[in-house]
């Protein structure tokens, strides 16, 4: 295991050997670039708990297992998480802290107590792609299978098929999704409410940004519910989804249902019945008295962001089955409605692709009314840029790269644009509202739903709402259930939801970029230079 000790006196050097051994090991550059940025980030906050900062010293290896490669970051002294939040009032640790914690998931803390040293692991590589290459692969798998069924099974065998393993495995994988998801709501949004008290502790742009980015959340909602409505509904794939379930209820999503259903009886029963309303209820309650209650709190927003990375690693788990889901709900498609039921996919993924032009031009219209930019620089740079969250279907993955985009590129302040977007992040779910919204509008027009201005609204409450957990489809079956469709009817689209992800990611990174354009321009952060240059 190669170390070094680095001090400020030789951290450039340090830098330039960890940027050495890195690419000897073939990671990519922007894999290079997170892994230095970490460590710098390390460096400084652990070096401001110091009494004297310049003296700080810290123990940096690179370790390789299995083709793996960690950095293994080791800092003496008293125990002190890296990874959480140490000040409300200091700016420069805010703005730290927000950046560790949009790359949470590549790290890790641990304690040796025996030592006194403070640990953090860093894992910069990330299977990039590898989820949508196995859901194509689920997916042509299971399309091959259901054409053989189809083509050459006799109906007594593909009706055995159908109802032993097939409405089998989906219904154990559904039931263990609820099981999970209303945990995961719950504390990542009282997570999120802690982060967004954060972000308006730094004053009128911090709340220029959220109301920005909230607003074109709204737009996106309602764009996703006018082109599911013009898509139309699904009905080939209706005795699918209505296979083994009994006929939906009226529809019972209307405003008096939402007002009078929203606060529950218990603090139980939301989790029991998957009440997903309720239990954002309960998150956004408890998370605003917690930023309100006075006193040492620290345990216990930890203990909200353990249990919210936890309950995410749960759902995570849950999702390595995904590539399996879709090769045996396609091959039900098949077998039920033949081959042409693959035309009611294409005509969705068609309809969630059309959000990303849609942001494109919404995007360049707040750029010339509100920033008072001509919008052509904007378009010439961030089309060819949205191509990497396109590729990676990770907004996280490409926070390097759209930092620098933003200050290189779009002329924005190096300090303003460290602030905007990972704290942005938490709120442009652009792409996540708008396709999860198509969906919804048109599993609604399959079961003819009365569309009237009562349900409509409802229904645009609820997606807004949803939307902000960024969970996407996972939080769909009681939602579905209170417009009279068979929750399970979400079990035919989970699984091509890493294709709809693709544009949406891009969707969302590029509203993300906006919105700090935006707050820049009002701020006067941007240099028209930059912006301008071709």
């Known amino acids: 295991m190669d170390g070094l000790i680095i001090n400020r006196e030789n951290f450039s ?52 297992r299995l083709g793996d490669v960690r950095l293994v970051f080791v800092a003496e002294g008293d125990e002190c998480n890296p990874l959480v939040r140490w000040s409300d009032d200091n700016e420069e640790d805010l703005l730290a802290y927000a950046l560790l914690r949009a790359h949470r998931k590549k790290m890790s803390y641990a304690r040796k107590w025996s030592d006194r040293q403070n640990v953090v692991y860093i894992s910069p590589c990330e299977p990039i792609g590898s989820e949508v290459r196995n859901i194509f692969l689920g997916l042509i798998v299971g399309a091959l299978a259901g054409i053989l069924l189809y083509a050459f099974a006799s109906p007594e065998t593909n009706i055995w098929i159908d109802k032993v393993f097939i409405e089998s495995v989906e219904s154990v994988f559904v039931s263990a999704l609820m099981m999970a998801v209303a945990p995961m709501i719950f504390f990542s949004v009282i ?79 939301p989790f029991e019945t998957n009440n997903i309303m309720q239990t954002l209820f309960l998150a956004c309650f408890f998370g605003v008295l917690l930023n309100r209650m006075e006193g040492e709190l620290t345990w216990a927003r930890d203990g909200v962001e353990f249990l919210s990375r936890f309950t995410m690693e749960v759902v995570g788990a849950m999702s390595h089955l995904l590539p399996f889901m879709v090769g045996i709900s396609t091959a039900e498609l098949i077998l039920h409605v ?32 509100t920033a008072r930019l001509s919008p ?19 907004s996280n993955a490409c926070l390097p790269a759209t930092l620098s985009f933003c200050t290189e590129k779009m002329g924005i302040n190096e300090r303003m644009s460290k602030f905007a977007i990972p704290v942005g992040m938490q709120f442009n779910m652009d792409g996540t509202a708008y396709y999860v919204s198509v969906v919804s509008m048109m599993l609604a027009r399959t079961f003819d739903v009365t569309l009237d201005a009562d349900f409509l609204f ?77």
């Open 13 to 64: 050097d340090a830098m330039d050997w960890l940027l050495a051994n890195l690419a000897r090991e073939k990671l990519k550059e922007d894999e290079i670039y997170v892994a230095q940025m970490l460590v710098e980030e390390l460096f400084v906050r652990f070096s401001r708990r110091e009494v004297d900062p310049d003296a700080f010293s810290a123990c940096l290896y690179i370790k390789k």
């Open 191 to 269: 997570s999120g409410i802690i982060s967004m008290s954060d972000s308006a502790s730094l004053g009128r742009i911090g709340w220029r940004l959220v109301v920005w980015s909230l607003a074109k959340l709204a737009f996106y909602v309602a764009a996703g519910l006018l082109v599911g409505y013009c898509i139309g509904g699904m009905t080939e794939m209706l005795d699918v989804i209505m296979a083994g379930e009994s006929a939906p209820e009226a529809a019972g999503l209307s405003i008096r249902a939402l007002l009078i259903g929203i606060v529950p009886g218990n603090l139980v029963s």
């Open 338 to 369: 033949g081959p042409w039921g693959l035309v009611a996919y294409g005509r969705l993924l068609v309809g969630a692709a059309l959000g990303l032009p849609l942001c494109f031009i919404i995007s360049a219209a707040l750029i010339a009314l």
């Open 376 to 394: 052509l620089p904007f378009l010439k740079k961030a089309i060819p840029f949205s191509l990497l969250p396109f590729s990676t279907s990770s």
């Open 458 to 534: 409802s229904l645009f409450f609820v997606e807004f709402l949803m939307a902000l957990t960024g969970v996407g489809l996972l939080v769909m079956p009681s939602i579905l259930e209170n417009m009279g469709i068979p929750g399970a009817a979400v079990m035919h689209f989970i699984g091509i939801e890493p294709l709809m992800d693709m544009p949406g990611t891009a969707q969302s990174v590029v509203g993300n970029i906006t919105s700090a354009m935006l707050v820049a321009a009002c701020e006067k952060q941007v240099d028209a230079d930059t912006y301008n240059s071709v």
